[in-house]
C-alpha cells in the first residue's frame, strides 16, 4: 500500500519542497524513515503513532517505510510531523489519496495529535506557492503568517483529527485571514524629534537614512551615542510589502514571529557585546539559524560599546573573507545542504558593517548600521558628540 503527500523543509530562509511517500508492507511493526532524515526528524517516529492512535485513527501494525524525496536534501525542523503521519494515513486508505494532491502539509505533533506552531511556516507557504499547490495545511497558531501568501488556500487546523476531517469532508476550517500589521500602524516607542540640540550627529543621521550609510558614532560617555542610534529607525522610510514580507519571514524562521502578523516595523537589533561571532553572523553546523545580522535585514544593526564586544573588528573582518568565499553566511553549514540555500538575505550588510568596524578599531565606540548593500565608500562617520553638547 502506497501513500504520497508534500510536505516542506526549509533551509536557511527558504522552503523546499518534500515528498513524503509512505509503504506499508509486510513485517513486523515498525517505522523507518529515509530520505536524510535530521535529527528532529528521526525524532518524529516516536511522535507520530501516538499522536495518530490519539486522533482516533488506526496505526497500521505492519512495516512502515517513509521516504522524503529528495533524498540529496538533509531534511530538518519538527514541520514534517503532520506530513508523515498523513503519507501513512493515505496510505492506508484512511484518508482519500486525490483530495491530498493539492496541498503541502506542515506542523509538529503532540503525543494527543494535537498541531503545535512550528517556525518558518512563511517559508513553507511561499514554497509551496512556488510549487503551484493549491494549497497548505498548517497548525492554527500559524494560520496568520500562512495566510500572508496571497491566492494559497491555507487550511489551519488545531489537530490531526480535524486536519483528517477536513479530507473526508466532515470538517470545515474557519477562514484564515492575515492578521494586521504589528500594533495595526507603526509605532515606536521613542521618537528622533526627541534629541535635543545635536545638529551635526542629527545631520549625520539623516544623511544616513537618506543614503542607507553606515554610521560610527563616537563620544564620551553620556554623550547620548546610544539614545542616538535608537531613534534612528523612526526616521527610515516605510518597508515595502516585499520588504516586510522578507523580515517576517527571517523572524519567522528564528522563531521570533508572534503572532503571525506581517512585520511592518523595520527591526532595530542590537546584541550584546559579548555576543558570539556564530550568534552574530547566524550558520550552525547541521541546523541554520539566521545570526542577528540578518535579522537587522532592512533596519538597524546597532553594536554598542563596540570594542567590548565579542564580534571585535579583527574577528568580523577576518570571517568577512570566509562569508564571501562560500557566497553565504552559513559558512559552517555542512556540504549537503543544496547550493544557493544558505545565503541569508543581507550578505552585503555583514560586509559593509565589518567595514564600518574596521575604523572602530582605530577610534573605537558604537555602530548603527542600516542597508548596507553599499559599498564601504558609502558610508558616513561622524565625531557626533562632545562633552559640551548636554541633552535639553
Ligand atoms: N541630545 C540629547 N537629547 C536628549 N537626551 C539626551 C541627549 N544626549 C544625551 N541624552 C540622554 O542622556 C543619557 C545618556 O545617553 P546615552 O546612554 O545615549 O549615552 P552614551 O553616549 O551611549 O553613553 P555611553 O558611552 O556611556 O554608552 C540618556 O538618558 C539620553 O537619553
Ligand atoms: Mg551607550
Not at 511493526?29 to 492512535?53: K, N, Y
Not at 497558531?141 to 490531526?160: H, I, Q, R, S
Not at 483528517?164 to 521613542?190: I, K, L, M, Q, Y
Not at 506581517?262 to 547541521?286: D, K, M, N, V
Request: aromatic share 4%; charged share 20%; net charge positive.
Amino acid at each position: 500500500m502506497y501513500g504520497r503527500v508534500f510536505g516542506v523543509t526549509v533551509v536557511g530562509v527558504h522552503g523546499h519542497p518534500v515528498a513524503v511517500e509512505a509503504h506499508i508492507g509486510r513485517g513486523l511493526p515498525s517505522l523507518t524513515l529515509t530520505g536524510l532524515p535530521g535529527a528532529p526528524v528521526q525524532d518524529a517516529r516516536d511522535r507520530i503513532r501516538p499522536a495518530v492512535e490519539s486522533s482516533g485513527l488506526e496505526w497500521p501494525l505492519r512495516r512502515v517505510v517513509v521516504n522524503l524525496s529528495p533524498g540529496n536534501l538533509r531534511k530538518e525542523g519538527a514541520g514534517l510531523d503532520l506530513p508523515v503521519a498523513m503519507g501513512v494515513l493515505v496510505a492506508s486508505k484512511q484518508v482519500p489519496a486525490p483530495r491530498v494532491a493539492g496541498y503541502a502539509f506542515a506542523g509538529e505533533l503532540s503525543l494527543k495529535g494535537t498541531l503545535v506552531g512550528t517556525p518558518g511556516v512563511l517559508s513553507v507557504a511561499m514554497a509551496a506557492a512556488r510549487a503551484g499547490l493549491r494549497g497548505v495545511v498548517v497548525p492554527a497558531d500559524n494560520a496568520a503568517e500562512a495566510a500572508l501568501v496571497e491566492g494559497l488556500d491555507v487550511v489551519a487546523a488545531p489537530a490531526l483529527r480535524e486536519v483528517v476531517g477536513f479530507f473526508r469532508g466532515t470538517w470545515t476550517p474557519s477562514a484564515s485571514e492575515a492578521a494586521p500589521p504589528d500594533g495595526g500602524t507603526v509605532g515606536h516607542a521613542v521618537d528622533f524629534s526627541e534629541i535635543r540640540g545635536q545638529a551635526q550627529a542629527r545631520r549625520a543621521l539623516e544623511i544616513a537614512a537618506a543614503g542607507g550609510h553606515n554610521v560610527l558614532l563616537v563620544g564620551s560617555p553620556g554623550a547620548g551615542k546610544t539614545m542616538l542610534a535608537r531613534r534612528l529607525p523612526t526616521i527610515l522610510p516605510a518597508m515595502s510589502r516585499e520588504e516586510a514580507l522578507e523580515v517576517t519571514q527571517l523572524h519567522s524562521v528564528a522563531g521570533l514571529l508572534h503572532g503571525g502578523s506581517l512585520r511592518q516595523e523595520r527591526p532595530f537589533r542590537s546584541p550584546h557585546h559579548s555576543i558570539s561571532l556564530a550568534a552574530l553572523l547566524g550558520g550552525g553546523s547541521t541546523f541554520l539559524r539566521p545570526g542577528e545580522v540578518s535579522l537587522a535585514h532592512h533596519g538597524v544593526l546597532f553594536l554598542d560599546e563596540l570594542m567590548e564586544s565579542g564580534a571585535t573588528p579583527s574577528r568580523v573582518c577576518g570571517s568577512r573573507s570566509r562569508t564571501a568565499a562560500s557566497s553565504s553566511l552559513g559558512w559552517r553549514a555542512r556540504s549537503s545542504s543544496p547550493p544557493g540555500s544558505r545565503s541569508w538575505p543581507p550578505r552585503t550588510r555583514a560586509r559593509a558593517a565589518s567595514a564600518a568596524i574596521r575604523d572602530a578599531d582605530a577610534i573605537a565606540a558604537t555602530t548603527a548600521c542600516r542597508r548596507i548593500g553599499r559599498s564601504s565608500r558609502g558610508r558616513c562617520s561622524i565625531g557626533s558628540t562632545s562633552s559640551s553638547s548636554s541633552p535639553g
